[in-house]
């Protein structure tokens, strides 16, 4: 394929994948409270599923087409752009109050699993077992969402809105054929995504001479953290600003230990040394300045934002020139 295909096939991927997440989740959220599933177990599950389901996909995708590298720059290249990117373009929006809850339990819970994936990481690849034990820390990590979130309702309900309210004698059948095939139409969109997206980036990787790990890292990481910045960027222009640190807290979770793990009981993943002297590093490095910035005031500030952004210019210029000399 010529560039120009690479280039359409990469954009078709991942429109497929951010769409087919939106429908995925719409439609089994649906499902799920139509069951009389409770709001709140949705949002803790289906619903914080679905930000990091592009993430997923892509990451099943390249391990079955043996592209492990991909994965790990999609990772950790992502979990950069939501701490340094997206929280940098909440604030700058608006200042971003952070409750002392998030402060103290959730952003240093978010650096724990970041630690996690990276230790798996550090021996220059992760195992199946290794993923086994990062895939139950993700089913940890719900079960004690859902237990702080019996203990405290109101912190949680307004972030897990009803979406279905059954009509007397319950929905018709037409109503659950149509959210079911949300629900299989989104299955297979991110399937289809994820091989339009991995097939292309693979190209492209090869076209710009760069390894699949910068492609991960860049334009994979960032097109697949599109969803989380307009979510963010919207919370914040409608002042619910501090939707985007859960936001982010969030898909970094899953970032770490479902993605990751998933992918590696599909293959064991690779990991190139680079990634584990620079690209972890900052990684964890960005997420701890993140919590030192909104720390003090329990907020993140303008300048605060604009410290991200430009830690986040510096990371991506330093992969243009190591690309370039590459």
Known sequence: MGPLIDALCFVAGL?????????????????????GVRPLVVGLTIVAFGTSAPELAAGIGATIRDHGEIVIGTVVGSNIANVALILGVASLIRPVPCRRPVVVREMPLMLVAMVAGAGAMLGGGVSRWEGIALTAGILV????????????PELFEADAPKLATPPEGGFPAKWWFKN?????LGSAGLALGAHLLIT?????????????LIIGLTVVAIG?????????????????????????????VFNSLCVMGVASLVAPLPVPEASIVRDVPVMLGVAALALFLMAPRKRLTRPAGLVLLFTYAAYTAGLAIVSLRG
Request: charged share 15%; net charge neutral; aromatic share 8%.
């Open 15 to 35: 429109f497929l994948l951010v769409k087919s997440a939106d429908w995925l989740v719409l439609g089994g959220a649906l499902i799920a409270e139509g069951l």
């Open 141 to 152: 990590y719900i079960a004690l969402a859902y237990r702080v979130a019996r203990r405290a």
């Open 180 to 184: 079911t095939a949300l629900v299989l």
């Open 200 to 212: 292309g980036a693979e190209s492209l990787a090869r076209w710009l001479g760069v390894s699949e």
């Open 224 to 252: 697949t953290s599109l969803p989380e910045l307009f979510t963010s960027a919207r919370a914040a222009m409608t002042s619910h600003s501090d939707i985007a640190v859960g936001n982010v807290v969030g898909s970094n």
